[in-house]
Every structure is written in structure tokens, then in C-alpha cells.
């Protein structure tokens, strides 16, 4: 499959999203493009500018990932989206985004629900010194005791 990435969002984490993901795929810049919409711009110019862009990706198919449901990136990229050739997906986060780009050759419905299992799972409560659930040591709250 040629699945393209196209992530369109408020300036800049469009962009900051790209980076990390080169970080850890460097051989993914040819399929992930990226439209940080700037504040103030008119919605006509954003959306042609973000169609040029999208443009340039020249994929078969594009899952399409924006920030937040309802605002600016969304609403432009909705118009992008034809839900055959291209998916959107609003909620755009790190782990959601490193799941698609692993699994980008695999079909479109699948990669889609790769993305959004890849970002709800990556939202969690993480414990900062104690594992969950469970309960401290008293000797833990006796602050007489020092690191060595």
C-alpha cells in the first residue's frame, strides 16, 4: 500500500509532531507531510495552501490527522477529505501518530483503526513513585532515613 500521513494542525505542533516521529523512523519523511495553520490567516488561503501541501505527499491514500475536533485544522481539513482515498482522524497525539507511521503499508481501514488504538492506548495515568494501587511502607514516610 502507498498510505501517505498528512497531519494539519495549529502552529506548531504539526510540525513538532513530524520531528519525533523522524527521530524514530527517519525513513518516514517521504509519507508524513505536514500544514501548521497559523493564527489569523483566512480560512481560503489556509485551505489552499493546505491542499498544496497535501498535494505534495503523493500517496495512493492519506490518513489525515488534526489536533482537535471543531476548530480551524479540522474544519479545513474535512474539505480535504474525500473518505475514499483519504481518512481523517481529529485527536492527533504521539503514540496515535508512531502506531500509524509503523503500520502505514497496511490498508487504509486497518491503519485507521491502528492509529486510533495507538491513541487511546497511549493515554494513561502513570504512577510517579509508587506503583498504582498499591499502598506506601510506613518506613517510607519517616524522612530520618537518607540515600546512599
Same mark, same amino acid.
Given at each position: 500500500?502507498?498510505n501517505?500521513?498528512?497531519?494539519?494542525?495549529?502552529?506548531?505542533?504539526?510540525?513538532?509532531?513530524?520531528?519525533?516521529?523522524?527521530h524514530?523512523?527517519?525513513?518516514?519523511?517521504?509519507?508524513?507531510a505536514?500544514?501548521?495553520?497559523?493564527?489569523?490567516?483566512?480560512?481560503?488561503?489556509?485551505?489552499?495552501?493546505?491542499?498544496?501541501?497535501?498535494?505534495?505527499?503523493?500517496?495512493?491514500?492519506?490518513?489525515?490527522?488534526?489536533?482537535?475536533?471543531?476548530?480551524?485544522?479540522?474544519?479545513? =481539513?474535512?474539505?480535504?477529505? &474525500?473518505?475514499?482515498?483519504? *481518512? !481523517? #482522524? +481529529?485527536?492527533?497525539?504521539?503514540?496515535?501518530?508512531m502506531? =500509524?507511521v509503523?503500520?502505514? &503499508?497496511?490498508?487504509?481501514? *486497518? !491503519? #485507521? +483503526?491502528?492509529?486510533?488504538?495507538?491513541?487511546?492506548?497511549?493515554?494513561?495515568?502513570?504512577?510517579?513513585?509508587a506503583?498504582?494501587?498499591?499502598q506506601?511502607?510506613?518506613?517510607?514516610?519517616?524522612?530520618?532515613?537518607?540515600?546512599?
Amino acid at each position: 500500500m502507498n498510505n501517505g500521513i498528512f497531519i494539519i494542525a495549529h502552529a506548531p505542533l504539526a510540525s513538532a509532531l513530524r520531528q519525533c516521529v523522524l527521530h524514530v523512523f527517519p525513513d518516514a519523511s517521504a509519507s508524513l507531510a505536514v500544514f501548521d495553520v497559523q493564527p489569523n490567516m483566512p480560512a481560503e488561503e489556509t485551505l489552499a495552501a493546505a491542499r498544496m501541501t497535501l498535494g505534495l505527499l503523493r500517496a495512493e491514500h492519506t490518513l489525515v490527522l488534526t489536533d482537535m475536533f471543531g476548530a480551524t485544522p479540522c474544519n479545513i =481539513a474535512q474539505k480535504l477529505v &474525500d473518505g475514499i482515498s483519504s *481518512r !481523517l #482522524v +481529529a485527536g492527533v497525539n504521539l503514540p496515535m501518530l508512531m502506531r =500509524a507511521v509503523t503500520y502505514r &503499508d497496511e490498508p487504509m481501514d *486497518r !491503519l #485507521v +483503526a491502528r492509529a486510533l488504538a495507538g491513541g487511546t492506548q497511549g493515554v494513561m495515568q502513570v504512577a510517579v513513585s509508587a506503583p498504582q494501587n498499591q499502598q506506601r511502607k510506613v518506613h517510607d514516610q519517616n524522612h530520618d532515613h537518607h540515600q546512599q
